[in-house]
């Protein structure tokens, strides 16, 4: 049995509803248009229909990606779904594409790092087709539908977030594919941004949905301006220690797709041309968790992707704050 997990195949949805700056700035009620454009880089974004949830976006994004591995989703062995917006609190998201793609065979769970959780559940669904035999392909999945938890009397937040999915189809390969990972986390920002209704902390009663309204995400507290460059150089630098690469060697790098100034400063800082990043917020808005397998997806299809034998690296941070890298080795051929 090839013995290394390999990337065999992506596929991202974006659902039809292009939402521009100044569509989101009516529902606001104030011009945000150019301060979103010069600082944060996002031009327009998608939004689901009211017949779509979370789930619906990861099924469309894994069904392109098993097409491209020329697999049915009876071939799959785990399902793995990173969604902080999940369709449900209970039961998890994963079930739910289980059903929906009739991949029963499958078993599934769901992970919740907040937007690095589809970095992380990369590195679990790699480790998985290290460490069980039997096993011979993975999904590991995305999705994002923040348009649902929008508050648009808050112009901090309402203007970034959007919808999409992205995926990628695991198996194994006669070449190494998965290099290494690298994970940190801060604590202390808990607090600071996410969406604090509707759990055990401030379940939806009568009295706390008087008081809160519903579940919405909130930025509660600012994180250090320097967070990034403090943090995303280390996270990535304790990845690349562990596959015995450098900053130079890496051919490909996709960050978190929030801020696209934040990316251009990181590549500088790196001493990296920015032709070996690629991004996708101008187009798409913030979509969390799949946005770095999206923006894998888009420069792939573009032509602007990782060839056979270039080394990708992955770089996300979320709520928490969660941190997470991964390192690949490029083994699929075009078109994959």
């Not at 970034?160 to 999915?165: K, M, V």
């Not at 923006?295 to 032509?303: E, K, S, Y």
């Not at 602007?304 to 390192?327: D, H, Q």
């Amino acid at each position: 049995m090839a013995p290394y997990p390999q990337i065999l195949s992506t596929g991202s949805y974006v659902p039809e509803r292009v939402v521009t700056n100044a569509e989101v700035d009516a529902l606001l009620g104030e011009s945000t248009d150019a301060w979103l454009i010069e600082n944060v880089g996002i031009r327009e974004r998608r939004w689901m229909s009211a017949e779509q949830s979370t789930s619906d976006l990861v099924v469309a994004a894994a069904k392109t990606a098993l097409e491209r591995a020329s697999l049915t989703p009876a071939d799959l062995d785990l399902i793995i779904v990173s969604t902080d917006t999940p369709d449900y609190l209970s039961p998890g998201t994963s079930v739910v594409v289980q059903h929906k793609l009739a991949a029963h065979a499958a078993g599934c769970y769901d992970v919740n790092s907040a937007c690095a959780g589809w970095v992380t559940a990369l590195d679990q669904g790699a480790r998985y087709l290290l460490t069980e035999p039997a096993m011979k392909y993975v999904l590991v999945a995305g999705g994002y539908g923040m348009s649902r938890f929008l508050d648009f009397s808050d112009k901090k937040t309402a203007n970034l977030f959007a919808d999409g999915a992205g995926a990628v189809v695991l198996g194994r390969g006669e070449q190494p594919g998965f290099l290494a990972s690298n994970f940190l986390a801060v604590g202390e920002f808990h607090d600071a941004l996410g969406i604090y209704s509707g759990g055990a902390f401030r379940p939806c009663t009568p009295e706390n949905l008087s008081r809160f309204g519903p579940p919405k995400v909130e930025f509660v507290k600012k994180f250090p301006k320097t967070f990034n460059t403090e943090y995303w150089p280390r996270l990535m630098q304790g990845a690349l220690a562990k596959a015995g690469l450098t900053f130079d060697e890496v051919d490909h790098y996709y960050f978190t797709q929030l801020n696209l100034r934040t990316i251009e400063s990181m590549m500088e800082l790196l001493k990296q041309p920015i032709e070996k990043t690629h991004w996708v917020m101008h187009k798409w808005g913030y979509t969390g968790s799949p946005c770095v397998a999206m923006a894998l997806d888009d420069a792939l299809q573009q032509g602007k992707g990782p060839r056979p034998g270039e080394v990708v690296l992955f770089c996300a941070s979320g709520g928490g704050i969660t941190m997470a890298s991964s390192v690949w080795r490029w083994t699929a051929q075009p078109g994959g």
